[in-house]
């Protein structure tokens, strides 16, 4: 969906821009909570983040309460989504203002039109990879040999499919329930499919 | 080819945060089917998101330090812990295609829009608008569509009015749209839209049309029908 | 695949499912709710696995399959809607789809031979025991199976295969390309330590 082509150029203006901000160091912390829920680093980041969030809450948003409440929806969400934050897409500091915007935007909405609706993460979404671990679904009989015969699925079926009996685990379904962190599970599935396709070529052969 | 794009201090607040849900949506749209508008928006979101979090730009927002420091030693030690203690974790769900028709033709909605509710339709003569209901007040977001031959009455316009085409082509007196064009006018503007093959958009206006012809003044209530 | 050939009502569906598997589907197309009634009264349906993921590029490699299941169980949902639970008696290839004037579909189909339909009374004890903890996790899952062999190694192996997160045409390539041994490697390498 995003391509988010950040040009090296860019990046490199952006570091002369603040060299006091360490972003290979929030790139491990954030990492570190995807892959095992580390609470030492989320201290980290929270010291990092926290205060300098607080402020800019405190500029847009008089109210003290609803400041506080920017910055504790935005690291919790932080701590909840910290998975879904792809390094190669854009900085940590680039992710973190996406959800501290997402987060403020819905509160303004809120009081504004006392509206509940959470649409920001439609708008800007803060996860780059939604689209990608769906795209099984797009699109269903494309270039299907019985194209000619079968026409694609209604849209409901698709959903009901997706939504309720696709009995699939997640990624992050399996995870827990192996008790491992979801990057060692993500990279034993990468290694199991490898393995399997060396063992495909091999009998091909 | 998308000719029509978003100005830079559109695209600035629609990164700021600051743009309301109709028009932030609108430029989404349009940065979904353009390139060259969705490259903007990613170096800004990154150079914006760097400034933010650089100790010099925070001093701006610096109101009364003490009292802020005093706030943020007691809050944050117990926000922290309340925090870590949930073992929840977001699963980015797949996203769902939903589909709209209009005229017997089915539309899928862009993503942007897929959560967002939608009014009944009503129709006028070639065009069909449903209500997208965003509760924004004097704002007011739709989607449009338009049978082929159809067009909207020339009109001005009080405040602004965006269009984003999301399917099909329309013309008026300064060209030929397409889709993914996004279409802004202000009040200085006057024209009178015609699709000949039929479109899709997505409209935002702020205020009622004020229709110039003298004809079309006693169709006026179509004002607030279309926008 | 020199058995004779029946044709049956076809299903185009994203679902992976493999002989003695159990998923619940609601209906609510007239055409297929009409699948579903001669399905009842007759040999059941085919749920073809169905995604554009699967390369088709590669025609010589490529097998139209489905899984040829029987009904088992039918409700209606709290919407009203039908929902059917149906049970894969084993695969079948598809060839000649014909469609009717309601636009259901019918195919001719024969029986593949795939080692998830052999019983083997092998207990393949970790993969048993944590397919065991997922089930007692997830209600939904664990109320489509009221009779668990566990103690059978491919069945454990094909429920695996079911649930697992990996994208349809890696589970299509468990039946056109790879064999037991393979598939035994693969979820082995994944689930166990």
């Known amino acids: 969906m995003q391509t988010n082509l950040l040009s090296k150029e860019t990046s490199a203006k952006s570091t002369n821009m603040s060299d006091k901000i360490n972003h290979p160091q929030l790139c491990q912390w954030l990492d570190a909570i995807a892959q095992s829920r580390d609470k030492q680093a989320f201290t980290h980041l929270f010291n990092f983040f926290a205060p300098k969030i607080l402020r800019i809450a405190r500029g847009k948003f008089p109210n003290e309460a609803q400041a506080n409440e920017v910055v504790q929806d935005t690291m919790s969400n932080v701590w909840r989504k910290a998975h879904l934050f792809n390094k190669d897409k854009g900085a940590a500091t680039t992710w973190v203002y996406t ?44 270039d299907k040999k019985l194209l000619s015969v079968i026409e694609a699925l209604p849209q409901a079926q698709q959903d009901v499919i997706k939504g309720f009996y696709l009995r699939e685990m997640s990624q992050e379904q399996l995870a827990i329930h192996l008790n491992l962190p979801l990057g060692t599970v993500k990279s034993r599935l990468r290694l199991a499919l490898g393995k399997l396709k060396v063992q495909l070529g091999e009998k091909h052969d | 080819m998308i000719n029509h794009h978003p100005k830079f201090e559109l695209i600035k607040s629609f990164v700021n945060g600051d743009l309301p849900a109709s028009l932030s949506a609108g430029i989404a749209i349009h940065a979904d089917m353009c390139a060259v508008c969705q490259q903007t928006i990613s170096q800004l979101t990154e150079q914006v998101a760097e400034h933010s979090f650089e100790e010099v730009y925070l001093d701006r927002f610096i109101v009364d330090n003490e009292s802020l420091e005093t706030v943020a030693a007691i809050d944050f030690n117990h926000m922290i812990n309340d925090i870590v203690e949930s073992s929840d974790i977001d699963i980015a769900l797949p996203a769902v295609e939903k589909t709209v028709s209009f ?25 069909t608008r449903s209500r997208i209901l965003l509760n924004e007040n004097e704002i007011h977001s739709s989607l449009l569509h ?38 802004m006018l202000d009040g200085s503007h006057q024209h009178n839209p015609v699709s000949t093959n039929g479109c899709l958009c997505f409209t935002v206006a702020n205020d009622a049309l004020h229709f110039t012809q003298g004809i079309n003044k006693l169709l006026n209530p179509i004002g607030s029908f279309i926008y | 695949m020199n058995k004779t050939s029946v044709t049956l009502p076809i299903f185009p569906l994203p679902v992976f499912l493999l002989p003695d598997g159990v998923t619940k589907l609601r209906i609510f197309e007239p055409r297929y709710l009409k699948m579903v009634s001669l ?68 195919g001719d189909v024969s029986h593949i031979e795939h080692w998830s339909e052999v019983h083997i009374d092998k207990i393949n004890g970790e993969l048993s025991t944590s397919l065991a903890t997922v089930f007692s996790e997830n209600k939904g899952l664990n109320d489509l199976y009221p009779k668990k062999i566990l103690n059978d190694s491919n069945w454990v192996l094909a429920r695996w295969l079911e649930i697992l997160p990996i994208e349809l045409n890696v589970k299509n390539a468990f039946v056109v390309s790879y064999s037991f041994k393979e598939a035994k490697n693969f979820v082995e390498s994944i689930i166990l330590r």
């Open chain 3, 39 to 106: 399905a009842s009264s007759g040999q059941g349906f085919v749920i073809w696995l169905n995604d554009s993921s699967i390369n088709t590029d590669d025609e010589d490699s490529i097998m139209q399959w489905g899984s040829w299941v029987d009904i088992i169980n039918f409700d209606k949902g709290e919407d009203g809607v039908l929902e059917i639970e149906v049970k894969c008696k084993c695969l079948v290839s598809i060839s000649s789809i014909v469609h009717d004037k309601d636009n259901l579909h019918f």
């Open chain 1, 99 to 142: 959800v501290m915007r997402n987060v403020t935007f819905d509160m303004l909405r809120k009081i504004q039109g006392n509206k509940e609706d959470n649409l920001s993460d439609d708008i800007w979404p803060v996860a780059e990879s939604m689209s990608c671990e769906s795209k099984g679904f797009d699109d269903h009989l494309a």
């Open chain 2, 146 to 183: 338009i049978q082929p031959g159809g067009g909207i009455p020339e009109h001005t316009h009080k405040g602004f009015e965006l269009t984003v085409l999301l399917d099909g082509s329309f013309h008026d007196e300064s060209g030929e749209y397409v889709k993914g064009d996004f279409i």
């Open chain 2, 103 to 127: 005229n017997d033709k089915q539309y899928t909605i862009p993503a942007v829009l897929s959560s967002m509710k939608l009014g009944k339709s009503s129709h006028i003569g070639k065009l």
